[in-house]
Structure formats: C-alpha cells, structure tokens
C-alpha cells in the first residue's frame, strides 16, 4: 500500500513537472498563477477530471444517460456522509454508495416498465435528502459546501492520485474496448450476434461512470459534475460524424474547460466548479451556434436563401 | 444437422406478462430462404432476438448447429439486419464503420488487435468495400448513416451482413423503402448464398414476393400458426383466415 502511495506521489510529481514544463512558456501573468504547489495539484486535478468527464460524456450523451448521470451523482452523498462517519476515504464511501444506485437504475431500465425518469427521479432525491439529513448531524457546512460543490484548491496529494489511478484505469479500458462499446451504444443486438458480453458492458459503463464522479467530486462537486457528464460530449456531437472523433474533441472541451475555468477560478476568486462549469457551457453554446452542419446559425442563413430562391 | 433448431421456445418482456413467443418449435436445415410473416406485434423481431442471443427466452431450447447460442454467438455465425425502429440513425459513424461492425468476429482472434483497436488492415477494407459494392453502396463509404435515405440504409445493413460471411442471415423487413431494381440485386446476392449453404430468414410483409423466393414459409403470431411450402402456406385467404382463428 505504502509503495502504491509512494509510486503514485513520484508519477504525480513526475506529471505536474511535466505541466510545470508547459505552463512557464505562456505569458508571465497566467504563468505565475501557478507557481503555488496547491495551484499546481487543482491544475492536474482538473485537468485529468476534464479528460476523463469529456471522454466518458460522449457515451452517456449517446445513451441517453444524462439523467443516470445526474440521479447517480446525487445519490453519492450519503456514501460520503457514510464515509465520514466510519472513518474511511470517503472515496470508498461515495463509489460505493454511486455504483450501488447506479446498478440499481440500471437493474430497473432493463427489467422494469416503470418509467425511467419517476424511478431516478424518486431514488436520487431519496438518497441526496438522506444524504444531507446525515451530513447536517455530523458536519459543518464548509464541509456540506465542499462536497456540493467541489473545493478543488484544497485537493489533497492523496486524492490526486486517487483520480489519477481512477484517469488511467478508465481510459485504459474506454480504449482497449472502443470497438465494443461502440457497437453496443449503436446495435446491441449486433454487439450479442458478435458474442459480446452486453450486460457486462451495460453496467461496465455504468461502472466508469460511477468512478468518474467520484473522482470529480473535489474539482466540480456532486450538483454540478453531470454538467462535465453531459456538454463536452453534446459538444461534440454536435460538430462530427464519427464516435472517434466526437471523443476526441469530447476530450478537449473537457480539459480546456477544466483549465479554463480553474484559472478564472483563481483570477476572480470564484468558485472552481462553477466557472468549469460556465466555461464548457460557453463552448457548447458556441458550437450550437457555429456548427458547420447543424449549427442554428447555419441554418438561419440557409433558411433565408431558400427563401429568396422562391 | 439443423441449422436453427428450437424446442418449445417462450419468451416475454419484463413490461407485461403475456408471451410474445409461445412454445416455438423449429427444424431449419441449412440452404433454406425461410419468409416469416406473421402481423405487427407477432414476435418476429423477437424471435430474430433470441436466435442472435441478445434476449433469453423464458423457457425452451435453442441450438444453432447443435450448439448453444452462446459458444456459436463467438464464431459469428450469425448475421443479423435489423428493422429501422431499433438503429438510431443519428449515431455519429460512417458507412463502411457500420460494415465493419460486422467484420468484429474476425478482428477480435489477434491480441494485436485489442492493443491497436483503431488499427484495422487492410483486408477488411477489401472485404467491406466488396460487401459494400454488391449492394451498389460503395460510393457512399464514407458517409455518415444520418445522410443516407430509408433505402440506402437497408442496404448497408445488408452489406454488413454479406462482410460478416455468416451461415445464417436473419433478415428483419429488409426490403422496406428499398426500390425495385435494389430489390433485385438483393435477392440475387441472397439467392447465391442460399446455393452455397447459407440459411436465410427473412422477416417480410410482402406475401407475394417472399411466395416467388421462398423455400419455405413460417406463419407466426405468438405462435408458429402454419409451416410449410410457401404457395400453400402463403395464400392471402388462408392467412387472413388463419390470423383471425388465432
Ligand atoms: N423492448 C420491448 N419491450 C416491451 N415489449 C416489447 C418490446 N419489443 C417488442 N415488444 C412487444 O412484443 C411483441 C412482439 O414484438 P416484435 O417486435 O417481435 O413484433 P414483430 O413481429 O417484429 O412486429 P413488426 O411486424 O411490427 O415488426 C409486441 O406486442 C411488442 O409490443
Ligand atoms: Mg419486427
């Protein structure tokens, strides 16, 4: 365990020198934001979080699973609270309590004919209600503030590298399975004629899911992460016609907003989460407008000539 | 050896508890064109589920080739074009990437593969592009599905049926929107296949085309209502009696 700890510290020193490296080539004035070690841990923080979300956000917005995404993230709290209360990671508390009512949800949209967004909707707000009831009896609300909303200048060099593993893992199996999971978002019954395993894949995802918002939960907060869950991959859809490139520049929104928003976050002593938050909005609202295909801009102009040929 | 051999098959959705299958029974032997016709809601599609294997049924045995699906669903050995309902077409991929979704099983044997998942050689491309012209859809390789008409998409499913060189083929209404001269082609391929040993199953509403082509024809409504040769069982009295008995 303690070798774990100690390869996880020198890999995260390893990359922050490395973005250490990057960053003292832009202008002095960004640059000197980040000569704080605490900067320096919410700028690696984020930006994993971004990758990851961005990555994750083009299958959640493919499946339909942005309420899932919301329903799960709430749900997390009293696993938190849970947490606090035993005296462990509260990491361990949230995933565990996220990945519950995540194949609870997942359990019910194969299996049931209740409607989807009754059954989340009543589940989340259960587990978030119980969630606050424990936290208001055990904590103070700086701590109720943190988890709602991230603290993500506060990350602790333990929680970095929790995110870090849980970066690597993910992204490890999104790609190793792109093909799959490819084929199971699109044709399931295609996937299962291919011998692909579906239902191990149906919760698999759910799984990543899970471990992404409880990776985020420091850097944007259980209210807002589904934002990070949903816009980058919406992004993206909106711009391409290929899975592998929708990912691709999924990603980037994710990571630019992280920065972004991180670094505005500092400059106007804003909080963090909320600023990410905005600026991948800000993006998002971009492409609507300036999509080469199915930006509303596009088809105003477009709209207009047709009119006038007539 | 049968091709598709089911005992007494049932299946249901967990939404309500009638059957949707009601103890199917069926011999199939290899090189048929079997039509399954059958009226809306007669479980055809869900019957094409199964036999893929991407629904259990409730009760009853299935053997492809005398194999569980399982242990055949790994070789591939069956190709399935689905109905338009269950695609959604805006999903962001290109027309040949949807053919080569039906090249999965001849990827996959290489660890190389599964290292490098965006690497695919060269000779699926070969293949894919093959599948892709028979069905006059080469043009449109690189297409997104969203841009490509009712017709066009029937046709790339098929494509990816043809490159998945699969011994059995479950075709769900796949001459809807396709026009005449398309059609053609297709039943030529479709019969070239059948001469190699290739079981077909097609899903169709169209009694008096799949009463030129067919082998054989299954009634279905929750039940298999009539099985046999398509001029008998195929007639639009008999059938309009039959469905009104069930
Ligand atoms: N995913 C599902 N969930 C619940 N019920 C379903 C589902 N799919 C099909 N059914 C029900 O199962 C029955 C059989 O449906 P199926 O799609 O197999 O019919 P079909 O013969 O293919 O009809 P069609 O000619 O309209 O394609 C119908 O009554 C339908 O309502
Ligand atoms: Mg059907």
Redesign the interface.
């Known amino acids: 365990m303690i070798m774990i700890m100690r390869f996880g510290e020198a890999l995260v020193t390893f990359l922050i020198n490395g973005l250490m490296v990057i960053v003292n080539i832009l202008p002095p004035s960004i640059a000197e934001v980040f000569q704080f070690a605490f900067m320096q841990r919410a700028l690696l923080t984020s930006i994993l979080v971004g990758i990851l979300c961005g990555v994750l956000s083009c299958f959640v917005v ?1 499946k339909g699973w942005s309420l899932l995404g919301d329903a799960v993230s709430h749900a997390v709290l009293p696993g938190v609270a849970g947490a606090y209360l035993l005296g462990i990671p509260f990491a361990i508390g949230a995933f565990i309590a996220g990945a519950l009512s995540a194949l609870g949800m997942g359990f019910i949209e ?4 209740i409607k989807q967004d009754a059954s989340m909707g009543i589940m989340f707000t259960t587990c978030f209600a119980l969630g606050i009831v424990m936290i208001s009896r055990i904590a103070t609300t700086t701590h109720l503030m943190h988890i709602l909303f991230g603290n993500v200048l506060g990350v602790s060099m333990s929680s970095l590298i929790l995110t870090l593993a849980v970066s690597v893992a993910v992204l490890g199996l999104v ?5 799959e999971i ?2 199971y ?12 395993k ?1 239902s191990f894949l149906h919760y698999g995802l759910m799984l990543l899911i899970t471990l992404a918002i409880v990776a985020s939960l420091e850097t944007v907060g259980i209210i807002l992460v589904v934002a990070m869950l949903i816009t980058p991959g919406a992004t993206a ?1 909106l711009l ?7 990912v691709l520049i999924g990603t980037f929104v994710g990571f630019f907003s992280a920065v972004v928003g991180l670094y505005l976050s500092f400059v106007y002593n804003i909080v963090s989460g909320g600023a990410i938050v905005l600026v991948a909005s800000a993006i998002f609202l971009l492409a609507a407008l300036f999509a080469p295909q199915q930006g509303i801009l596009r088809n105003l102009i477009f709209n207009r000539f047709q009119r006038f040929e007539k | 050896m049968y091709a598709i051999m089911a005992r007494s098959i049932s299946a249901a959705y ?3 508890t009638d059957l949707v299958l009601n103890r199917i029974d069926l011999e199939l032997p290899p090189g048929e064109l079997i039509a399954l016709v059958g009226p809306n809601g007669a479980g055809k599609s869900t019957l ?2 199964i036999i ?3 629904k259990k049924a409730l009760r009853g045995q299935l053997r492809i080739f005398g194999e569980p699906t ?1 242990v055949q ?4 050995v ?3 074009a ?1 109905q338009e309902g ?3 077409w805006d ?4 027309v040949r ?2 053919v080569l ?2 090249r ?2 001849h ?1 996959r044997s290489s660890v190389a593969s ?2 490098f ?2 690497a695919i050689n060269k000779s699926q491309w070969l293949v894919i592009d093959k599948a892709l012209e028979m069905v006059g859809m080469k043009s449109f390789a690189r297409k ?1 599905i ?1 841009a490509l008409s009712g017709g066009q998409k029937k046709r790339v499913f098929l494509a ?1 049926a043809l490159a998945q060189e699969a011994s059995i083929l479950l075709l769900d209404e796949p001459f809807n929107g396709v026009d005449k001269e398309s059609e053609e082609t297709i039943i030529q391929i479709l019969l070239a296949l059948k001469e190699r040993g290739c079981t077909i199953i097609m899903a169709s509403h169209d009694l008096n085309r799949m009463r030129e082509i067919a082998d054989r024809a299954i009634v279905l409504n929750k039940r298999i209502i009539a099985d046999g040769s398509p001029e008998k069982v195929l007639d639009e009295k008999i059938i309009s009696e039959l469905f009104q008995l069930s």
Request: charged share 20%.
């Open positions: 493919l194969r299996n049931t004919r790609y190793f399975f792109f093909r490819l084929l978002i699109f044709d399931p019954i295609q996937a299962a004629a291919m011998g692909i579906t859809y391409v016609n290929k899975l592998s490139h929708m | 967990p939404t309500s094409f589920k893929v294997g991407q399982h669903q790994r070789r591939g069956v190709a399935y689905p269950f695609i959604d999903f962001p991929i290109e990437d949807v979704t039906g999965y099983n990827l599964r290292l998942p965006f997104p969203s990816r």
